[in-house]
């Protein structure tokens, strides 16, 4: 179950099934997908943060699904790839901001789904470990996007070995963005949520669009991709704001 809740223009979205460790069941990815599509349609939510109820983030595979994983057939496991893909793939692609708080641990696709999110905030009694190497599984869509957060040396020492990293070791490998006491990592990602979604929408949408392109592209691609980028923003209705409210000095009205 996913819980959903506004704080002020920020929407909180908490994977809700706390006895099981919340984890990645196919009904549970139906549900978060149809929460973002919500999000991403409501003009007045401006980002969202993404959290585990009790005291894990996400264990990852749902153990009722795993145990059928082998005999489910070729057609059932594409289709269920093919919904993860679509979820962790609409995270990362997200055209609002996207908040990791990282409550407790985040294990297999729970970790994706956090390193998916555009930040994270982590408590430092949390671990996180993408583990499926431990059970003969493959990290394949978590991979798409480990490597690109935190380089190809990084990405296979954590598929490879399948641990789990302390708070501390996933900053240092530039997994998360800060790390705060358990009691704070909401209220952290809340207010980090707020600090970014006052900047322009539409330079904020723009501006990660570019960050997911840019990676795959050569340097003269790349620039004039951004230069394009730089003509185009300048047509918008929220520079003109930003910039009366600049001369005016008053704060913007996005």
Same mark, same amino acid.
């Given at each position: 179950?996913?819980?959903?809740?506004?704080?002020?223009?920020?929407?909180?979205?908490? #994977?809700?099934?706390? &006895?099981?460790?919340?984890?990645?069941? @196919?009904?549970?990815?139906?549900?978060?997908?149809?929460?973002?599509?919500?999000?991403? *349609?409501?003009?007045?939510?401006?980002?969202?943060?993404?959290?585990?109820?009790?005291?894990?983030?996400?264990?990852?595979?749902?153990?009722?699904?795993?145990?059928?994983?082998?005999?489910?057939?070729?057609?059932?496991?594409?289709?269920?790839? *093919?919904?993860?893909?679509?979820?962790?793939?609409?995270?990362?692609?997200?055209? +609002? @901001?996207?908040?990791?708080?990282?409550?407790?641990?985040?294990?297999?696709?729970?970790?994706?789904?956090?390193?998916?999110?555009?930040?994270?905030?982590?408590?430092? *009694?949390?671990?996180?470990?993408?583990? =499926?190497? +431990?059970?003969?599984?493959?990290?394949?869509?978590?991979?798409?996007?480990?490597?690109?957060?935190?380089?190809?040396?990084?990405? +296979?020492?954590?598929?490879?070995?399948?641990?789990?990293?302390?708070? &501390?070791?996933?900053?240092?490998?530039? #997994?998360?963005?800060?790390?705060?006491?358990?009691?704070?990592?909401?209220?952290?990602?809340?207010?980090?949520?707020?600090?970014?979604?006052?900047?322009? @929408?539409?330079?904020? +949408?723009?501006?990660?669009?570019? #960050?997911?392109?840019?990676?795959?592209?050569?340097? =003269?691609?790349?620039?004039?991709?951004?230069?394009?980028?730089?003509?185009?923003?300048?047509?918008?209705?929220?520079?003109? =704001?930003?910039?009366?409210?600049?001369?005016?000095?008053?704060?913007?009205?996005?």
């Amino acid at each position: 179950m996913i819980l959903s809740t506004d704080h002020q223009n920020i929407r909180l979205l908490t #994977l809700a099934d706390p &006895q099981r460790r919340n984890p990645l069941s @196919p009904a549970l990815v139906q549900e978060l997908l149809a929460a973002l599509e919500s999000a991403a *349609q409501d003009p007045a939510i401006r980002a969202v943060v993404l959290t585990g109820a009790g005291p894990a983030f996400s264990a990852g595979a749902d153990l009722e699904f795993l145990k059928n994983v082998t005999t489910a057939g070729a057609e059932a496991n594409y289709a269920h790839s *093919q919904e993860l893909m679509r979820l962790f793939h609409r995270v990362y692609t997200f055209p +609002k @901001p996207t908040i990791a708080a990282i409550n407790g641990p985040a294990v297999a696709g729970g970790a994706g789904l956090a390193t998916a999110c555009d930040l994270a905030i982590m408590s430092e *009694q949390a671990q996180l470990g993408y583990t =499926e190497v +431990k059970i003969g599984f493959v990290a394949a869509l978590v991979g798409v996007i480990l490597v690109r957060n935190v380089g190809e040396k990084h990405a +296979k020492e954590l598929l490879l070995s399948g641990k789990l990293i302390p708070a &501390q070791e996933a900053y240092r490998m530039g #997994l998360v963005n800060r790390v705060v006491p358990p009691e704070q990592v909401l209220d952290e990602a809340l207010a980090l949520a707020q600090e970014v979604s006052a900047n322009a @929408p539409t330079s904020l +949408k723009l501006t990660k669009e570019l #960050l997911h392109a840019l990676p795959g592209m050569g340097l =003269e691609d790349g620039f004039r991709l951004a230069a394009i980028a730089n003509a185009w923003v300048r047509e918008t209705g929220d520079l003109a =704001e930003g910039i009366a409210a600049f001369f005016e000095k008053r704060p913007p009205r996005f």
